[in-house]
């Protein structure tokens, strides 16, 4: 959807149907742990363990189709935010936009709980993130123990990553943290602040010394689009250590940003460039939201992945904070029977990609107004 505030649930377009988009993004999937298998495949124990993921999402996928056919949608991917905390403050943060009045987060048992049900759901990548996820680097490490076939990509600022931290990750291989930057120094220390750089090449020191499989996230704006898809960047953070390289759109959450948004050209430039860097360097490349036309539209409300904020409110999108359940007082299988999450499915091919990195973003308002419809008929009603 192109547009800023038209209704999707006014328009009277079709949805169009959904042509095996899940079979297409569980092979997606499939082929990148595939491929990331073929890059430690000279290191032992992380090779082991990507293959046992490899062969856990092969059977997740399985499992998700007989829910489907229960009617259930289960996505492949969950992402928790575990926390609004955090110990950076950066400018244009989702987490502080969209839920700096939280006042309370998961408990350990609660936190726990909901991995074990996705697990059983076959949910199989838990991507874990905040605020700062690591200051519950205890919980995190302790799921990770716990569900060894589970990926668990750790979205991090990077300043908790010491040496005795690295050496925790290399006991739990499906852990990959992914760690945040801007750019070079420059960049990264404008929006995140003042020697942020430095200790972020420190972290990435200790975990390439202590062999970790690992990752960094760039947020991609008009002003860096093309210096973080240079060679040059790409190069220096390969010989950091990185494998992984998660571009992600801008939006612009923070009022009066809408100028860094990055426009349909360079939306366009930032996709073939990302195909470009996936052919000609060892490392996994992915974009955020990416080109969604494969996948029919957006693949938010569980279509493809479902959010779980501090508070345990089951959410579409990192991006619209709104929810009509809560994963404290309902079940993982029943809050995906969302009423919310329904109505946003039922409009997903007209929520394809606009500019401002998320059209549910664009779109908030109607989301607000269904939250408002449904809430009175969510799982949650009457309790």
């Known amino acids: 959807m192109k547009t800023s505030g038209a209704s999707p649930s006014k328009n009277t377009a079709s949805p169009g149907p959904d042509i095996h988009y899940r079979s297409v993004l569980d092979a997606s999937i499939s082929d990148a742990l595939a491929r990331a298998?073929?890059?430690i495949a000279a290191d032992p124990s992380l090779a082991f363990c990507g293959m046992r993921i490899l062969s856990h999402q092969k059977k997740a996928a399985a499992l998700r189709k007989k829910y489907e056919r229960d009617g259930i949608l289960v996505p492949a991917a969950m992402l928790v935010s575990v926390?609004?905390?955090c110990n950076l403050s950066c400018h244009g943060c989702y987490q502080k936009a969209g839920h700096a009045t939280i006042p309370r987060e998961m408990d350990t048992i609660t936190l726990n709980s909901l991995v074990y049900e996705a697990a059983e759901l076959g949910i199989s990548i838990v991507v874990v993130s905040?605020?700062?996820p690591l200051l519950r680097k205890t919980e995190i490490l302790a799921l990770a123990h716990e569900f060894p076939q589970i990926l668990f990509p750790?979205?991090?600022?990077g300043l908790a990553i010491d040496d005795a931290l690295s050496r925790e990750f290399a006991a739990r291989r499906n852990i990959v943290p992914v760690v945040s930057f801007e750019g070079f120094r420059d960049e990264t220390d404008t929006r995140r602040g003042p020697g942020v750089y430095d200790r972020l090449r420190a972290a990435c020191a200790h975990l390439k010394t202590n062999g970790i499989f690992f990752g960094c996230s760039v947020t991609v704006t008009r002003v860096n689009s093309g210096l973080v898809t240079s060679d040059r960047f790409v190069r220096e953070m390969i010989e950091a250590g990185a494998r992984v390289f998660v571009f992600v759109e801008y939006v612009p959450v923070e009022p009066g940003t809408d100028d860094l948004v990055l426009d349909f050209s360079r939306q366009k430039d930032l996709h073939a460039a990302i195909d470009a860097l996936d052919k000609k360097y060892p490392a996994l490349f992915f974009g955020f939201p990416g080109e969604?036309?494969?996948?029919?539209g957006c693949l938010a409300a569980g279509r493809g992945f479902v959010h779980v904020n501090p508070a345990g409110d089951l959410e579409a999108c990192p991006a619209a904070p709104f929810s009509d359940t809560n994963i404290a007082r309902v079940p993982l299988r029943e809050a995906l029977k969302?009423?919310?999450l329904a109505e946003i499915r039922l409009h997903h091919g007209l929520l394809t990609e606009t500019t401002g990195g998320c059209a549910l973003?664009?779109?908030r308002e109607w989301v607000q107004v269904l939250t408002c419809e449904k809430e009175k008929t969510g799982?949650?009603?009457?309790k």
């Open 37 to 39: 298998i073929r890059m």
């Open 83 to 85: 926390t609004s905390r």
């Open 130 to 132: 905040g605020g700062e």
């Open 154 to 157: 750790v979205f991090t600022n």
């Open 292 to 296: 969604e036309a494969q996948y029919g």
């Open 338 to 340: 969302s009423p919310l």
């Open 361 to 363: 973003w664009k779109n």
């Open 379 to 382: 799982p949650d009603a009457g």
